[in-house]
């Protein structure tokens, strides 16, 4: 079965700083990954997607992620953190020996100070 | 707009009660998922349904249950309600139940308050 843990419940960063979202999956097959962003009040929202074509994923609003099967990775992160990225972000995991259920992590909320 | 929709976008009840939250998928998915999102417990899978067919079950009470129509649109049915149910409820929606298609698009929620 695959699981998804996301280290640290509550990130705090910068503006202008780098953003860094862990993010580590287990799964006996390949998987497939994804990153979902829910802003206040709104339901969640596909940001990128790992489907195995290239390692390194871009998404929307400049946030890209790598997969690193040797550490079982799919960190997030984002050059320079502007005020509109705050808000809560999920990774979630894909797999066919789970019969493709999506597992989703229990949510990193990102923080962004003036 | 993620082209799902949800009604209603507020519900308040009492204990004891029934109610039934619907959703329309995004034109031309098949799947439609919905899950449970409170403070305590986060965002819990409650149940899939591809074309109809129930295909996954998460974490749902025997007091919910859920159904998909032949067009498309889905129910989540939650009775004798409690306290412990209040949450928002979201329904997804995606193009298959297969590999990268599973890319789920979610709906703007159903707020429940039970009284």
């Known amino acids: 079965a695959q699981s998804v843990t996301q280290l640290g419940s509550h990130v705090s960063v910068s503006e202008g700083a780098l953003v860094l979202l862990r993010c580590n999956y287990s799964s006996s097959v390949p998987p497939y990954l994804f990153w979902y962003v829910q802003y206040p009040n709104q339901g969640l929202q596909l940001l990128l997607k790992?489907?195995?074509?290239?390692?390194l994923v871009k998404g929307i609003n400049g946030f890209e992620a790598e997969f690193k099967k040797s550490e079982t990775s799919f960190h997030l992160t984002k050059p320079s953190a502007h005020m509109s990225d705050a808000a809560e972000y999920f990774c979630a995991v894909s797999a066919s020996t789970g019969g493709f259920k999506t597992i989703f992590g229990a949510g990193t909320r990102l923080f962004v100070k003036a | 707009d993620s082209g799902v929709t949800q009604t209603p976008k507020h519900l308040i009840t009492a204990t004891g009660q029934r109610v039934t939250l619907r959703c329309s998928p995004r034109s031309g998915d098949l799947s439609v998922y919905w899950y449970q999102q409170s403070l305590d417990q986060g965002l819990q899978f409650l149940i899939q349904y591809y074309n109809g067919e129930e295909r996954a079950k998460g974490n749902i009470l025997e007091r919910f249950s859920a159904q998909q129509f032949p067009d498309l649109h889905s129910e989540l049915n939650l009775s004798s309600l409690e306290l412990g149910d209040s949450a928002l409820y979201f329904c997804?929606?995606?193009?298959?139940?297969?590999?990268?298609?599973?890319?789920?698009?979610f709906g703007p929620g159903t707020r429940l308050t039970v009284l």
């Open positions: 790992y489907t195995s074509a290239a390692t």
């Open positions: 997804a929606s995606s193009v298959s139940a297969l590999g990268s298609y599973n890319e789920q698009f």
